[in-house]
Nanobody, 121 residues
Framework: QVHLVESGGGLVQAGGSLRLSCVASGSIGSINAMGWYRQAPGKQRELVAVSNSGGSANYADSVKGRFTISRDNAKSTVYLQMNSLKFEDTAVYYC???????????????WGQGTQVTVSS
C-alpha cells in the first residue's frame, strides 16, 4: 500500500517559519503531482501549493511570496517552506500526491493524515 507521512507542524509565532515534509512510501511506481492543502476550522479545504512532475509550481494567492514548495524525487518527498507566517495560516495541513502503484497503470490520489500548524499572534 501507499502511505503519506507528514512532519514539521507545530506552534510558531507570527513572523516565524516552519518547514513541512511529506514522505511517500510503499508500493510506488511513479509520482505525478505532489502538493499541500490546508483546512481551518469551519472552512473548506483549500489548495496551498502544488509541485508538478515537470518542476513547475502553483500557489494560492494568499501564500505567494511567503511559501515555497519543493520536492526530492529520489526520496519521494515534498516540502513546504513557510516563511513570514500569519495567524491566518493556522490550519491542518494535508499532503496530497497523485501516485501510480507498482504493477498498475492508473494514477490515484493519496492523502496524508494532516499536521497541525498553529500561528500565534
Amino acid at each position: 500500500q501507499v502511505h503519506l507521512v507528514e512532519s514539521g507542524g507545530g506552534l510558531v509565532q507570527a513572523g516565524g517559519s516552519l518547514r513541512l515534509s511529506c514522505v511517500a512510501s510503499g508500493s510506488i511506481g511513479s509520482i505525478n503531482a505532489m502538493g499541500w492543502y490546508r483546512q481551518a476550522p469551519g472552512k473548506q479545504r483549500e489548495l496551498v501549493a502544488v509541485s508538478n512532475s515537470g518542476g513547475s509550481a502553483n500557489y494560492a494567492d494568499s501564500v505567494k511570496g511567503r511559501f515555497t514548495i519543493s520536492r526530492d524525487n529520489a526520496k519521494s518527498t515534498v516540502y513546504l517552506q513557510m516563511n513570514s507566517l500569519k495567524f491566518e495560516d493556522t490550519a491542518v495541513y494535508y499532503c496530497h500526491a497523485n501516485i501510480r502503484k507498482v504493477l498498475t497503470f492508473q494514477y490515484m490520489d493519496y492523502w496524508g493524515q494532516g499536521t497541525q500548524v498553529t500561528v500565534s499572534s
